[in-house]
Structure formats: structure tokens, C-alpha cells
């Protein structure tokens, strides 16, 4: 196919204020993702928007394996679906009061703030 660009998995964006260290997740626009490796304010950076990763969660959540998740872009965790924060995927491993990370699938889909 000629106008065929890439699978979409791996998109690079520019980096946010302040930069990205590799692992972090970080929200563009409508997309969120997953840096993989560290770069600098202003500088590209590639980020995964799919695939299973373990990232923050809020303490207090409570998830399921298979529970939707969604990112508070504020507390910059996962945590569940509400007004404000964007839905990112599901848990993969159930995680309750008190832990503060959990696998996640991504979806790799465009999100919005419910």
C-alpha cells in the first residue's frame, strides 16, 4: 500500500514540559502512552500506546482483572473511571486498598476526560 506510514504502536511525539523519563506515561493531546526511553522538553520521544505495562496507581482504587482503568492525568496514576479522567484499558492482575501499582493493557485508542 503506498500511503501505508506505520502500525500505529509506536508513535513518536514531542516531549512536554518539564521531560519524560523512559517508562513514564504521559498524555498528547488525545493520546496516551508510554515513553520509551528518557528525552528532553521539546525533543521527540517515542511512546507505546499498546501493550502491557505497570504503571502508578491510585491507593485507595480498588481494580479487578478485566476492570476498565482510567488515567488522572493530575495525580498521574491509574486509577478508576470517572468525570476527569481519561479511560486508558483494563487492569490485568486484580489490585486493591493500598497497592500503589497495577498492570494495565493499553487500548491504544484516541481518549477524552469522561
Known amino acids: ?15 512536554p514540559p518539564g521531560g519524560i523519563a523512559s517508562g513514564d506515561a504521559l498524555m498528547v493531546g488525545s493520546i496516551f502512552g508510554i515513553a520509551a526511553y528518557s528525552s528532553a522538553e521539546g525533543d521527540p ?8 505495562f505497570q504503571l502508578p496507581k491510585a491507593s ?6 478485566g476492570a476498565r482503568v482510567a488515567w488522572d ?9 470517572a468525570a476527569g479522567r481519561f479511560p486508558i484499558g483494563v487492569a490485568v ?3 486493591g ?3 500503589t501499582s497495577v498492570a ?3 487500548d491504544g485508542v484516541a481518549t ?3
Do not use: F
Not at 485507595?60 to 482483572?65: F, H, N, Q, S
Open 1 to 15: 500500500m503506498k500511503n501505508y506510514l506505520q502500525n500505529g504502536h509506536i508513535l513518536r511525539v514531542t516531549t
Open 45 to 52: 520521544v517515542e511512546i507505546s500506546t499498546t501493550g502491557v
Open 60 to 65: 485507595a482504587a480498588v481494580l479487578t482483572v
Open 73 to 81: 492525568n493530575t495525580a498521574g496514576e491509574v486509577t478508576t473511571p
Open 93 to 95: 492482575e486484580a489490585a
Open 97 to 99: 486498598n493500598g497497592v
Open 104 to 106: 494495565v493493557r493499553l
Open 112 to 114: 477524552a476526560a469522561a
